[in-house]
């Protein structure tokens, strides 16, 4: 029996019993996962899932006991393959991060860029998911790191870690009657027009419905995507106007588009860092959280993972873009000012 062939098992139950998507996961085959999958059962000499032909059913009784020792196994491995990396000061190895396109594409690229100076030998794994989607089944049991979003009160579950806060905006053609607006685009105004925006506020329970639905409004949605670039594209193509997070906003946008603040019954939204429980927290991640947030004390960070007890978090300060992410990160960080609207070709620094 090889950690390899554990990791497998748990790659296939973390995806939900498709073999498929857990190689995708493990960047392997999956001719190469079944075959593992069959040498840990010849070798246990029971079956640890239920088949329908080629595809796999349910996990078998005996399969939720070997699951659970398999996860402790593993988890166990990982924490001391970090504490030895943290006593040696080692600054190699992977780091594995999970998060939604957002935040790999308008936060870490700064960030990561000062984290890989202070550890050059790092090597970065990204996962990229939908905004909304959940990350914790599927990667909490090998990877480092998952970055989640929440609006208003919300807090997910587990070693939840609050970053910083944004807020979203609405992008509408400098054509559009709405681009001279010199105030806030109120939730009639809002939803008085065709949306284009994330695949996440599609959903019943998302923050912009519940407060379209409380003001007595509904969202008419013409198009949705999962990347804010896509979502720009289509507003261009005259769909309807954007409804993005202001990570997104780029200096090039302003030339094409007004960028107007949101109602504040529209509520901000936080960045969570969550980590796997029980887990020993490499340097590195920590360099990583703190570049996110300049705000929490490390040694916090480390004392929460230990005793397992939620605490009692600074507040988590707005996102202030610029050269190294949230404000007080890096000596260029300012605050973008949150956008009105402006004049054609006018630029919004």
């Known amino acids: 029996m090889t950690l390899k062939e554990l990791r497998c098992l748990l790659a296939i139950v973390d995806a939900e019993l498709n073999v498929s998507a857990a190689a995708q996961v493990l960047h392997a085959t999956q001719p190469s996962l079944s075959r593992l999958l069959k040498l840990l059962e010849e070798e246990l000499g029971f079956q640890l899932f239920v088949r329908h032909g080629r595809s796999l059913a349910e996990v078998t009784p005996a399969g ?7 996860r402790r196994i593993v988890g166990d491995v990982a924490n001391i393959r970090a504490y030895a990396a943290n006593v040696r000061g080692g600054n190699s190895g992977d780091l594995l991060l999970a998060m939604p396109q957002i935040y790999a594409r308008h936060v870490l690229p700064s960030v990561l860029s000062e984290l890989v100076r202070r550890y050059p030998r790092l090597n970065v794994h990204i996962q990229t998911t939908a905004e909304g989607e959940s990350l914790e089944r599927q990667m909490l049991g090998s990877g480092d790191m998952i970055l989640v979003s929440t609006a208003g009160d919300g807090v997910p579950p587990g070693h939840a870690i609050p970053l910083f806060t944004w807020k979203r905006v609405v992008l509408v053609p400098q054509t559009h009657p709405f681009a001279h607006l010199d105030r806030a685009l109120t939730l009639p105004e809002l939803a008085s027009e065709a949306l284009v925006t994330y695949e996440a506020s599609r959903r019943r329970d998302s923050s912009l419905r519940r407060a379209l ?3 007595g409004l509904e969202a008419r949605f013409a198009c949705s995507a999962q990347d804010a670039g896509l979502i720009k594209a289509y507003v261009r193509a ?23 603040e949101c109602d504040p019954a529209l509520p901000e939204c936080v ?4 980590l796997p429980p029980g887990a020993v927290i490499r340097d590195c991640a920590l360099q990583l959280i703190q570049l996110l947030a300049p705000q929490l004390d490390p040694q916090q960070i480390r004392q929460v993972l230990e005793d397992g007890k939620r605490p009692l978090w600074p507040d988590p300060r707005p ?12 000596a260029h960080a300012h605050r973008r000012p949150l956008p009105r ?3 054609p070709g006018a630029y919004l620094g």
Do not use: K, N, Y
Request: glycine share 18%.
């Open 64 to 70: 939720h006991e070997v699951i659970r020792i398999a």
């Open 213 to 215: 639905e409380q003001a």
């Open 238 to 260: 005259g769909l309807g106007i954007g409804l993005v997070g202001e990570l997104a906003v780029e200096d090039e946008d302003c030339e094409t588009f007004a960028v107007l």
């Open 271 to 274: 960045a969570w860092a969550l």
């Open 319 to 330: 996102w202030r873009g610029g050269a190294t992410g949230p404000a007080g990160s890096g």
């Open 341 to 343: 609207a402006m004049s």
